[in-house]
């Protein structure tokens, strides 16, 4: 038995006899699995011209590269490339997904389709049935005035009353804008985060705001337990505007994971947008670690 077998094993004895409280802490962190305790994930947007007309052969191909949960785009509130995907049922769409090796937890919305209560209603129930814990609207709060950001964060929270009711956590998911686009110096984001209600919202937070000059981490520690899941890009060096695998781009991940249990993430899902052929590499880093 090697070391840290011994150290797992030792800490499941103790628990069974009632003397867990008497083991050192040192001792309880080394028994724990090290690593990233999170379904390595994607956002289908990624494959938006694929997944549409060969959603099973495209989730399998990406199973096959180790990812285990995939992020839908909401196909009524996305059509496009998504259109032919709006003829099945939360339940319906949850089987393929499920058939093709996929978990599927988290699903982006249009601020279109959740503002309204009537089409709030129906989109509950559709991600209801495709089983998922988090409704994430993919914009929508960026203004050209506070009080208009406030405005639309009351109603965000409003949404986020009716996601919590039904069982799931609404999610706001940020672009560059909403940390380029400033208010009275300061970037919009943080303007979100301070009126929207963290017990009702919660934030994903896209990796691509470090080319803004914005990192994930630095957001994760400074506001603790209000994010659930995040984007991940990573930038060349020498250009910040194109794409790489990760780890060998500009994030500091190691950092960033670390991080990452502060901020509260539970979902990590790998968005490569304009080279989906590094979406294997990245799943293979993230492995790594």
Avoid at 183 to 201: A, F, R, T
């Amino acid at each position: 038995m090697n070391r840290r077998s011994f150290l797992g094993n030792a800490a499941a004895g103790l628990a069974a006899t009632g003397f867990l409280t008497s083991i050192p802490d040192a001792l309880l962190a080394m028994s724990k699995r090290k690593g990233i305790d999170m379904p390595l994930g994607f956002q289908s947007y990624v494959f938006r011209d694929v997944i549409g007309q060969k959603p099973e052969e495209t989730m399998k191909r990406l199973a096959g590269y180790g990812y285990q949960n995939i992020e839908w785009c909401s196909p009524k509130g996305y059509q496009g490339d998504f259109a032919p995907l709006a003829k099945y049922s939360g339940k319906e769409l949850k089987k393929i997904t499920n058939d093709s090796g996929l978990e599927t937890t988290s699903c982006h919305f249009t601020w279109k389709e959740i503002t309204d209560d009537a089409s709030l209603a129906e989109r509950i129930e559709f991600a209801n049935q495709l089983g998922l814990k988090n409704m994430v609207c993919s914009g929508g709060l960026m203004a050209k005035t506070e009080d208009e950001v406030k405005k639309r964060c009351d109603q965000m929270n409003h949404v986020g009353e009716m996601v919590k009711k039904s069982g799931m956590i609404a999610g706001y998911h940020n672009h560059n804008g909403e940390f380029d686009e400033k208010l009275n110096g300061h970037p919009q984001y943080d303007l979100m985060l301070e009126h929207l209600d963290p017990s009702v919202v919660k934030m994903q937070f896209q990796v691509a705001a470090i080319t803004s000059g914005y990192k994930a981490q630095d957001y994760f520690r400074k506001f603790p337990g209000r994010f659930i899941s995040a984007h991940l890009q990573d930038y060349s060096p020498a250009d910040h505007k194109k794409e790489v695998t990760m780890g060998t781009g500009i994030v500091d991940w190691p950092d960033f994971f670390a991080a990452a249990k502060v901020g509260g993430l539970s979902y990590i899902f790998v968005e490569m947008e304009s080279d989906p052929t590094v979406m294997q590499g990245c799943a293979n880093y993230i492995k790594s670690l």
